[in-house]
Structures are given as structure tokens and as C-alpha cells.
């Protein structure tokens, strides 16, 4: 094979620059550290790395994603702990207020400190966060939540939660609504609430009743709805208080099926179907003792004492028997947290002038303590919630930090020099590199001419 001189020239000159080439490749790859410097250099593990690349940026947005929830969640319970102290400082006021040896202006003053813990709550409950949103208006978090009223507050917020992606199939709720905090607070005793008649003129005080079997209370045609009437037999030397359980949806006594009225006695004075005794059960069934003919048997169950002395004296045949003590028995709804407040503070601000006015006020504290215990447990119950949500937060920041370390360790294994390799590399092709430039002077170098002697 006949080599020119140019072809010579070429090869030599290519391979010195193909050494240099790869001397250059060798020491960007130590100045960057990194092993592919293009995707030519090791396709398969180039779009390996792309790979990995991004589900390291996409953990790590969910690990900011994961500290604004957990920050978000822990102002939250902040507040709501600021809320139940709040709560309990008012029911220690309410059982105050029960002192009988307190006067009008004790309990004006009560109700002056009342009052300044049902700002403290609005505040708590109007509280912003870092944003500058609402935390407990819902989605509408430039919304002020709630405005003050004269019978509670207005919530002007919705009942959504606003959530955040915490992981690739994970959302997390970050807030709770005002409604569920403060608005959703069952009343009674979470089945069904007692209250006295605003007309009632004796000493009677309700309790807030037990529930004895609660699937008899929601069965199928209970109305939920009744009341207890009583009536007070002058005509004896003794007077004798009866009462009645009433239906209110249909007007007609449970005891007799018959409508209410007082019936004569044998002394003409008006009774009802059972005799009352101050502190014993009422129960909301019937009994062997209650008077014949009977209705098909019944039993709603639930049950309530009432004690104290109900007042009643009602004529015969009437029904309901106007001026008979009434205690209604409803099923329980929702109400504010700030309606109850508002309520304690309008109890606490009546005069009280007689036995009659302490028996109502006495029936609206009690109904105020059910109810304050019934938000007290509501805040807890989402305090609850959200230490749930708390622990899972910061489950998966754990997660994503492992998860971080290990991407980062794909990451390094794919793409990452091995600076002892190339260390060796680039000493290897410096050689050569040499030894090629050497060669190529030699080479170059040849001519007849230096063997032919003058």
C-alpha cells in the first residue's frame, strides 16, 4: 500500500487531535464532576439522569409543598388551643354565676368579663395567616369570617377546606371552616335538648336528660318533639303535682293517647296521668303504673329529671292547660358557639327578684353549660383532626427526605465522575498525547535528503 506524504500528515495530525479531544473530555468531566457531559456520552444513562432529575424537583417542591402545610396546621392548632382556653375560661364563669350568694351586680360584673372573652373569640376567630388569609373563612380566605351580632355573630365565610399536594396522590387539608369550628355545636346533650317554658311560674329546673337507647329515639315516627306539662291539685290538704308527656306534632298525651287536659280527680281538682316527684326520673315510656286504657305500647328512649316545685293549676278540660310549667324535649340542632356566649351574657345581665327568676336562670345556665360543653368537645374534636393531619404531614416529610437520598444517590451513581478513574485517564492520554507528538516530529521529520552526503 503506498502512503503519500500528505496522507501521513493527516493521520497523524487526527490522531493527535482525537488524543486531545479526549485529554479535554477527561478534564471537563474532573473540573465539573460529572461523567456525562452530553447525552453522547452514555445515552442510556443521559436519559436515566433526566429521569431521576425530574422526580428529584418534582420531591422536592412537595417537601416546600409539605412545610407550608405543616406551618399552616400548627398555627391552626395554635389558635384552636387559644379558643379552647378561651371556652374554659367561660364555663368557669357560668359555674360561677351558679353561687346562689352572688347579687344582680356580682352577676353584671360576670357578665362584663363574659362579654371580653367573647371578643377574645371573634379575634381567635378572625385570625389571619402568614398570607394575610383568613384562617377559618373556608375558600374565601380574603373574607372576614365572622362579624358580631346582637345575637351571636355572622359567619360570612363557606365550608370548604383549602388543600395542599403533599405528595403525587396526596392532598392535604390545610384549614377548617368557621361553620365546623364554631357554627356546627349540637345542643343538649347531642340527642336532644330540654328547655323551660319562658312562662313557666314555679321552681322547676330540667336537666339536660339521658339518653337510655338512642335507636328508640330515632325510629321511624318519632316526632321529637314533646313536652312535659304539669299540674298542681290544690283541692287536698296536701297539694299533689301531677304531669303529662305530651306530643306536640299531634297535641295528644303518650300516657293516654287521649288529648292532654287535667282530668277530675276524685275531689274535682285537675291532676295528670303520673304524680311528680322533685329529682325522680321522668321516663319518656310507659309504665305498669300509668292509667288505663292504654295506647299500644311505647318507649322513645330517653328520659330527664326535673326538681324544684313546677307551678300548675290548670282547668279541667283544657289543653294544653294555660298556666301549667312546661319543659319541652326536641331533638338537637346546630348552634353558635357565640349564640350560646350571647345568651350566658343576657342570663347573667336579668334581675333577678324571685324564686321564679332564679328557677329560669338557673335552667339557662344549665343549658349554657350543656352547650359550652358541647363546643368545648366540638374544638377538641377538630384539634383531633388535625393532629391527624399534623402526624401525616410530617409522615411525609420523612418520607420525602428519604426519598430526597435517594434520588440524590441514583443521581450521583449515574452521573458522578470517579475521580480516581479519571485522574488515571487523564495521565494515560497526557502519555499518549506525547508520545503521539513525539512520533509525529519523528515521522514528519523524514527525508532523503538527510541521507545523501554532500
Known amino acids: 500500500m503506498r502512503i503519500s506524504s500528505s496522507l501521513m500528515f493527516s493521520l497523524g495530525i487526527n490522531s493527535i487531535e482525537k488524543l486531545q479531544s ?13 461523567r456525562i457531559l452530553t447525552p453522547a456520552d452514555d445515552p442510556v444513562a443521559a436519559a436515566r439522569v433526566l429521569d431521576v432529575s425530574q422526580s428529584l424537583s ?22 384552636l388551643a387559644s379558643v379552647s382556653q378561651t371556652i374554659q375560661n367561660i364555663q368557669t364563669q357560668v359555674v360561677n354565676a351558679g ?17 371580653g372573652q367573647l371578643q377574645q373569640l371573634l379575634g381567635l376567630a378572625n385570625t389571619r395567616d402568614g398570607s394575610g388569609q383568613y384562617l377559618f373563612s373556608g375558600y374565601k380566605g380574603t373574607t372576614q369570617p365572622f362579624v358580631e351580632t346582637a345575637t351571636g355573630a355572622q359567619y360570612s365565610g363557606d365550608q370548604g377546606q383549602r388543600l395542599v399536594q403533599i405528595d403525587s396522590s396526596r392532598q392535604i387539608p390545610v384549614s377548617d371552616s368557621g361553620h365546623d ?28 336528660g339521658t339518653v337510655v337507647d338512642q335507636s328508640k329515639w330515632n325510629a321511624p315516627g318519632n316526632s321529637k318533639n314533646y313536652s312535659v306539662v304539669f299540674a298542681v291539685d290544690n283541692t287536698g290538704s296536701v297539694p299533689v303535682t301531677t ?48 292509667p288505663g286504657p292504654l295506647p299500644p305500647a311505647w318507649d322513645l328512649g330517653v328520659s330527664l329529671t326535673v326538681s324544684g316545685a313546677p307551678a300548675g293549676s290548670p282547668p279541667v278540660g283544657v289543653s294544653p ?34 324564686a321564679t327568676d332564679t328557677a329560669a336562670f338557673n335552667n339557662n345556665l344549665n343549658t349554657a353549660i350543656n352547650n359550652l360543653s358541647n363546643a368545648l368537645d366540638n374544638v377538641l374534636t377538630v384539634r383531633g383532626g388535625l393532629g391527624a ?51 509525529y516530529l519523528q515521522v514528519t521529520g523524514l527525508s532523503l535528503f538527510n541521507y545523501i552526503t554532500p
Open 22 to 34: 479526549s485529554m479535554m473530555n477527561t478534564q471537563q468531566q474532573l473540573s465539573s464532576g460529572n
Open 181 to 208: 369550628v364554631f357554627e356546627r355545636v349540637k345542643t343538649g346533650n347531642g340527642v336532644f335538648v330540654t328547655a323551660a317554658a319562658s312562662a313557666n311560674t314555679g321552681t322547676g329546673i330540667v336537666s339536660q
Open 58 to 79: 418534582a420531591n422536592g417542591q412537595y417537601g416546600t409543598n409539605t412545610n407550608s402545610a405543616s406551618s399552616a396546621l400548627n398555627l391552626e392548632d395554635s389558635v
Open 321 to 354: 292547660p294555660p298556666g301549667a310549667d312546661t319543659f319541652t324535649v326536641q331533638a338537637s340542632t346546630n348552634q353558635s358557639l357565640f349564640t350560646t356566649i350571647k345568651q350566658v351574657i343576657g342570663a347573667l345581665q336579668t334581675p333577678q327578684s324571685n
Open 243 to 290: 304531669y303529662d308527656i305530651v306530643d306536640n306534632s299531634t297535641g295528644k298525651s303518650m300516657i293516654t293517647g287521649n288529648p292532654s287536659a287535667a282530668a277530675a280527680s276524685a275531689t274535682g281538682g285537675p291532676e295528670f296521668p303520673r304524680t311528680y316527684t322533685s329529682g325522680n326520673a321522668i321516663q319518656f315510656k310507659q309504665l305498669a303504673t300509668d
Open 389 to 439: 393531619r399534623l402526624n401525616e404531614v410530617d409522615s411525609v416529610q420523612t418520607n420525602g427526605q428519604t426519598l430526597n437520598q435517594n434520588y440524590t444517590q441514583q443521581l450521583s451513581n449515574l452521573q458522578d465522575v470517579d475521580y480516581a478513574k479519571a485522574i488515571s485517564d487523564l495521565s494515560s492520554q497526557q502519555m499518549q498525547l506525547q508520545a503521539a507528538q513525539k512520533s
Open 99 to 115: 353561687n346562689g350568694s352572688l347579687t344582680d351586680a356580682d352577676r353584671q360584673s360576670l357578665a362584663a368579663n363574659v362579654t
